[in-house]
C-alpha cells in the first residue's frame, strides 16, 4: 500500500519534472509565433457559429475598450497559449479566468459567496492557462483605467502572489477541507481596507442580495391582456419568443428534469412554464443561443427565471484533449460542480432544436460583480489577488496542491514571471485590439449602434 509520503514524493517529482518542461522564467516570456493567425480572423470564424443579427452587438461590446476585447477574446488567447510550451500539470480550468468572471452569487442556503462565476469554456488543461489570462486581464484593465506601466505590473505580480499562496495554503489542508474551503461575502469585506472601497463593496453585497427571480420579475415583465405575466420585448436585448412550441418546450423541459437530482426535480415540478425570451448576455458570449424561461410556482404564484445557455465546443479543446463529455452543456455543468465551492442547485443540460446544447441555470441568482472599470491599481491589486487565491483552491479541488506548489516555489519567481507575461500580453492585447478597431474603421467587421 501506498503510503502519504510516497503520494507526496510523487506529487512533488511532477512539481519538479514540470520545471524541466517550462521554467518558471520561461512562464514570463511572451512573443507571438513567426505566422501567427490573424486575431480578427479568429473572431470572425467563431462569429460564424453565431447568432448573425447579434454578431455586430458582440464586435460592438468588444470595441469598447482593450479590457472588452480581453473579456470577448477567449479563443485568441487560447490560440496564443497553445501555441506555447505548458507545464503539463493539469487541472480543470475555467478557461476564461479574467477579472470580471469571478463574482458573488448565492449558495443553495442562500448564502453570498465569492467565486469563479463563468465555465463556458471549461476543460482539463495546464494549470497556468488559467493563471495567464487572469494576471493578463489585471494589467489590460489597469492600464485601461490610466495607470501607469508599472502599476499595472505590480497589480498584476499581487495577483500571481495571491495564486501562489493561494497554493500554499491548500497544501496545509487536506481534500475534504479544499472541498469544503470557500469565501464569503463577509471574508471579502474584510480584505478590503474601510477607508478605501468598503462602501462600495456593502453596496454590491446588498444589491447582490435583492438579484432574484422577483426582482427579475418586476423589471423584465408584464401583465397581458388576461392578466398572465408575459416578458416585456425590449429589442434587440430582450425579446420574447412568440407562441413557443407548447410540445417542444415540453420536451426539451423533460429533458432538462432528468439531468437534475431527485431532489431537485420534485422542487422543479412544482412550477409550471409561463413565457420565455431571447437575452443577450456578456460579451464573449453574445451571439450564442440565449433565453431565459420564466416559471411560476403553482400554488403561490412566485416567479422562477431560469436561464438558458447555448454550449459550444469549448475554445480550449483544439490544444487539449476533447472533453469526456459528448454534451457540451453537461462538460459545463460537470466542470463548474467541480471547480465551484458550491453550486446552483438548478444547473443541468438539455438538447433544444437543431440538435444545440444548452445548459441551465438560475438567472440572477443573487450574483454580483465588482465595477472593474473605476478600480485604482490598489484596488485592482488588492482584488486580483483576491481572485488569484479563490482560483487556486477552484484548481486544487481537481489537481494535486502539492505539485502545483513545487513547481511555483516558495519565493516571488513566479510572481514575477507571470508579472512580465501580463505586461508582454497586454502589449499584445492592445495591438490586437487596433486591428479590430481598423477591421470596424474599414467595414471589414459590422457593429452595433448601441450595443448596450
Known amino acids: 500500500m501506498t503510503t502519504v509520503e510516497e503520494f507526496d514524493r510523487q506529487a512533488a517529482e511532477i512539481g519538479k519534472k514540470a520545471r524541466k518542461r517550462v521554467s518558471r522564467s520561461e512562464l514570463g516570456q511572451w512573443r507571438a509565433e513567426p505566422g501567427r493567425?490573424?486575431?480578427?480572423?479568429?473572431l470572425v470564424k467563431q462569429n460564424q457559429s453565431r447568432v448573425p443579427s447579434l454578431v455586430p452587438i458582440r464586435m460592438a461590446r468588444m470595441a469598447v475598450s482593450p479590457f472588452t476585447f480581453l473579456r470577448g477574446a477567449a479563443a485568441v488567447m487560447a490560440y496564443d497559449l497553445g501555441c506555447q510550451p505548458d507545464?503539463?500539470?493539469?487541472v480543470q480550468l475555467c478557461g476564461d479566468a479574467h477579472l470580471a468572471n469571478f463574482g458573488l452569487y448565492g449558495t443553495p442556503e442562500r448564502n453570498l459567496v465569492f467565486d469563479v462565476n463563468d465555465f463556458d469554456e471549461t476543460l482539463p488543461g495546464p494549470f497556468e492557462w488559467d493563471v495567464k489570462r487572469l494576471v493578463a486581464s489585471?494589467?489590460?484593465?489597469?492600464?485601461?483605467?490610466g495607470c501607469s506601466e508599472h502599476e499595472a505590473a505590480t497589480a498584476a505580480e499581487r495577483t500571481a502572489r495571491g495564486y501562489r499562496e493561494g497554493i500554499e495554503m491548500m497544501v496545509q489542508q487536506d481534500s475534504l477541507d479544499i472541498w469544503y474551503d470557500r469565501v464569503d461575502a463577509d471574508q471579502v469585506l474584510a480584505l478590503i481596507p474601510k477607508k478605501k472601497g468598503q462602501k462600495k463593496a456593502e453596496k454590491t453585497i446588498a444589491a447582490a442580495k435583492k438579484r432574484t427571480s422577483l426582482q427579475a420579475f418586476n423589471k423584465l415583465t408584464e401583465p397581458d391582456a388576461d392578466g398572465i405575466p408575459r416578458i416585456k420585448s425590449q429589442p434587440p436585448l430582450l425579446v420574447p419568443i412568440s407562441s413557443p412550441d407548447e410540445k417542444l418546450v415540453k420536451s426539451v423541459l423533460a429533458e432538462y428534469r432528468r439531468t437534475l437530482s431527485d431532489e431537485v426535480r420534485v422542487l422543479l415540478g412544482r412550477y409550471t412554464f409561463v413565457d420565455a425570451a431571447v437575452k443577450v448576455v456578456g460579451v464573449g458570449s453574445v451571439g450564442t443561443r440565449c433565453f431565459i424561461a420564466l416559471l411560476m410556482d403553482k400554488e403561490s404564484g412566485s416567479p422562477l427565471f431560469l436561464q438558458v445557455k447555448e454550449a459550444d465546443i469549448s475554445v480550449l479543446a483544439a490544444y487539449q484533449k476533447p472533453s469526456k463529455y459528448q454534451h457540451q452543456g453537461h462538460r459545463v455543468v460537470?466542470?463548474?460542480?467541480?471547480?465551484?465551492a458550491a453550486s446552483d442547485i438548478f444547473l443541468g443540460w438539455a438538447t433544444g432544436p437543431a440538435g444545440v446544447n444548452f445548459y441551465w441555470r438560475q438567472f440572477r441568482d443573487m450574483k454580483g460583480s465588482a465595477d472593474i472599470e473605476d478600480m485604482t491599481h490598489h484596488q485592482l491589486a488588492n482584488y486580483g489577488g483576491l481572485?488569484?487565491?479563490?482560483?487556486?483552491r477552484a484548481h486544487c479541488r481537481s489537481g494535486d496542491p502539492i505539485a502545483i506548489e513545487t513547481y511555483i516555489g516558495?519565493?516571488?519567481?513566479f510572481d514575477k514571471a507571470l508579472r512580465d507575461?501580463?505586461?508582454?500580453?497586454?502589449?499584445?492585447?492592445?495591438?490586437d485590439y487596433r486591428l479590430l478597431m481598423a477591421a470596424i474603421e474599414d467595414g471589414q467587421v459590422p457593429v452595433a449602434d448601441n450595443p448596450y
Open 138 to 145: 489585471v494589467a489590460v484593465a489597469a492600464l485601461n483605467n
Open 410 to 413: 516558495g519565493s516571488d519567481k
Open 37 to 42: 493567425e490573424d486575431p480578427v480572423a479568429i
Open 421 to 431: 507575461f501580463a505586461m508582454s500580453y497586454s502589449d499584445q492585447t492592445m495591438a
Open 334 to 340: 460537470a466542470g463548474q460542480r467541480l471547480m465551484q
Open 387 to 392: 481572485c488569484g487565491a479563490v482560483l487556486a
Open 87 to 90: 507545464t503539463g500539470i493539469t
